[in-house]
């Protein structure tokens, strides 16, 4: 039995529906579960799961002196289309972000509250540029390369952060004090993000025989939390329990085996059952 985590878009993964009649997979068709922490049933909720955990992450990080918060899920319903190196793809996952990043903006600041600030790459393409100039309105808009010349204040927000410089910068920003929030980072490594930062929200859908079987989900100040595809709790973490030592990355390891018991256990008894 065969079981791994979705491919991502990517480093990154996320949120799913599920369609039998082809090879593709999406999200967004599981049931919401009880509890506290649910796999999302749409895009409109994910995304208010995501900025309210962010929002709480900000007024208060699991580390005082660190206001770095992180965000990571797949951009994308059909996630087939994250990984599959199509510009077509690339341009709806870039679009998705930037939509995301105007909701989160407009949530985070007001015309009375503190300001903030939308950091593109520094590597970021004219056309990106263009567009988030166009679709996100409430916020300052920079480039990383321009941080130096730039006073920023209230909050900074990274969106999908792609270099050594993107990932240093952020860092800069919130040991000097200053909140400010990573949306999706690319091309991460262990070190990209440091250990004292704050996970807000994650979502991952793990798959098994081509299907989504589960996910792993953490929604701040929630613990991290292994759903079945039904949204059936299958185990939880703390942050010390889950996370690569000396990093901001969750070890999928405990939270696959969870799901393929799951798994296994589901199909024993149906087999029984013929």
Not at 49 to 64: D, E, G, M, T, Y
Not at 119 to 130: L, M, P
Not at 224 to 237: E, H, I, N, P
Request: aromatic share 6%; glycine share 6%; hydrophobic share 35%.
């Amino acid at each position: 039995l065969l079981l791994e985590p979705c491919a991502p878009f990517s480093t990154n993964p996320t949120s799913l529906r599920q369609q039998t009649t082809s090879s593709q997979l999406f999200l967004f068709n599981f049931p919401s579960g009880g509890g506290g922490v649910k796999a999302p049933t749409s895009t409109a909720n994910r995304d208010s799961a995501a900025i309210n955990a962010i929002k709480s992450a900000l007024q208060k990080p699991r580390n005082p002196k660190c206001p770095l918060v992180e965000c990571e899920f797949p951009a994308l319903a059909a996630l087939n289309k994250l990984g599959d190196g199509s510009l077509r793809s690339a341009t709806q996952a870039e679009d998705a972000n930037i939509a995301f990043a105007s909701k989160l903006c407009s949530k985070v600041g007001s015309p009375f509250g503190p300001k903030v600030n939308l950091v593109i790459s520094s590597s970021a393409s004219r056309s990106f540029t263009d567009k988030v100039q166009k679709k996100v309105k409430g916020a300052s808009i920079c480039s990383v390369k321009d941080l130096a010349s730039t006073p920023v204040g209230g909050t900074c927000i990274f969106l999908t952060p792609s270099s050594k410089a993107d990932y240093q910068e952020a860092k800069k920003l919130a040991d000097s004090g200053c909140p400010t929030v990573i949306v999706n980072g690319l091309f991460k490594d262990q070190k990209s993000v440091p250990e004292s930062a704050t996970m807000a929200y994650f979502l991952k859908p793990l798959t098994y025989n081509s299907q989504v079987a589960g996910f792993l989900v953490r929604s701040y100040p929630s613990q991290w939390t292994v759903l079945d595809a039904q949204s059936a709790v299958l185990g939880t973490f703390t942050d010390a329990e889950i996370l690569v030592p000396r990093t901001n990355t969750p070890d999928l390891r405990a939270s696959v085996k969870l799901v393929q018991k799951s798994a296994d256990e589901k199909a024993i008894r149906a087999r029984s059952m013929q």
